[in-house]
């Protein structure tokens, strides 16, 4: 495991699905909080220390002011963390 994972206290397989449900537009932090513990300035943290610099700043720019990514902000309505058309996690056959 990675300094950058160990200092995370979340596995590989975690950090990357932390990552993956920041960049969608309807998951909401609370989501993340929920499901790894991860308060919205961790997953920020987390974001700029596993991401390159140009990609973190692309991201904190699609998500800032977005309200799907807060519930409270949140329009009616919008009730799920993900697109109904949105591929979901499959498992790998193990070796």
């Not at 449900?21 to 308060?39: C, H, Q």
């Not at 919205?40 to 720019?61: A, D, G, H, N, Y």
Request: proline share 5%; aromatic share 8%; hydrophobic share 30%.
């Amino acid at each position: 495991m990675s300094q950058k994972l160990a200092h995370a206290g979340l596995s590989e397989e975690a950090i990357s699905r932390v990552i993956e449900m920041a960049w969608e537009d309807r998951t909401p932090f609370e989501a993340i909080e929920g499901l790894y513990n991860l308060s919205e300035p961790q997953v920020i943290k987390l974001m700029q220390r596993e991401m390159k610099p140009s990609s973190f700043r692309m991201w904190r720019e699609r998500v800032s002011g977005r309200n799907t990514k807060h519930l409270k902000k949140r329009p009616e309505g919008i009730d799920r963390g993900y697109c109904s058309r949105q591929y979901k996690m499959v498992s790998k056959p193990k070796r």
